[in-house]
């Protein structure tokens, strides 16, 4: 069975600060992991995926299968980035998993 | 290029009843994946529909059921409705059947069973 863990419900950070967003997910075969972000008043959309190795609103991540660790990260937190993050894991099986969310909230 | 649209926004039912709603793809897409989501809780995968087939499925009761038209537009339905279905549900379209597509999610459907 896959599963997608989100181990922090609500985070906290000021401006400027790094932030961390933290998923591990579970899976036997070759995973394809995301970041969703739903913003206030908006519908889910994608983040970054790990397949394109891209850095999208100055967030990175990096899939570590020794860990089975998919964790969001940002160097200088901003204001706008307060929102709800989802990791999620998607198979060729046609199923996917989402973790349970983690709200983050940047303060000034 | 339209985005993925739901129909209805909320509804209302009773416990026995049964649901329809509605889903539009983005244009392009041949993919739609829908998914229950209660509050506090990321949503939670019911089936996918690929090329108007059901291509993978969720820990769902058989009275959850799909439909995929020619269009690639879906359809989720919901019989024997029970309280605990209330919930937003979601759709999300995707350009192909694999698992490293970007899946495009709609602004979801609000379901309440008294």
């Known amino acids: 069975a896959q599963r997608v863990t989100q181990p922090e419900k609500l985070l906290s950070v000021f401006k400027g600060a790094p932030v961390e967003l933290k998923c591990n997910y579970s899976?036997?075969?070759?995973?394809?992991l995301f970041w969703y972000v739903q913003y206030s008043r908006q519908r889910l959309q994608l983040l970054l995926r790990?397949?394109s190795r891209e850095s999208i609103k100055g967030f990175t991540a990096d899939l570590n299968k020794g860990e089975t660790s998919f964790h969001l990260k940002k160097p200088f937190a901003q204001e706008e980035d307060s929102a709800m993050y989802y990791c999620?894991?998607?198979?060729?099986?046609?199923?996917?998993?989402f973790g349970d969310g983690t709200t983050l909230t940047v303060k000034p | 290029e339209t985005g993925v649209t739901q129909s209805p926004t909320h509804l209302i039912k009773t416990r026995g009843q049964q649901v329809t709603l509605r889903c539009s793809s983005q244009?392009?897409?041949?993919?739609v994946s829908w998914y229950q989501q209660a509050l506090g809780q990321g949503p939670q995968f019911i089936f996918q529909?690929?090329?108007?087939?059901?291509?993978g499925r969720g820990n769902f009761p058989p009275r959850f059921s799909g439909l995929q038209f020619p269009n690639y537009s879906s359809e989720l339905n919901v019989n024997a409705l029970e309280l605990d279905d209330s919930a937003l549900y979601l759709c999300?379209?995707?350009?192909?059947?694999?698992?490293?597509?970007?899946?495009?999610f709609g602004p979801g459907t609000r379901l309440t069973v008294l």
């Open positions: 899976y036997s075969g070759s995973p394809e």
């Open positions: 999300a379209s995707s350009l192909g059947g694999t698992g490293s597509d970007t899946q495009y």
């Open positions: 244009s392009g897409h041949n993919t």
């Open positions: 999620a894991l998607h198979t060729n099986a046609g199923k996917s998993t």
């Open positions: 529909y690929y090329r108007e087939e059901e291509n």
């Open positions: 790990h397949i």
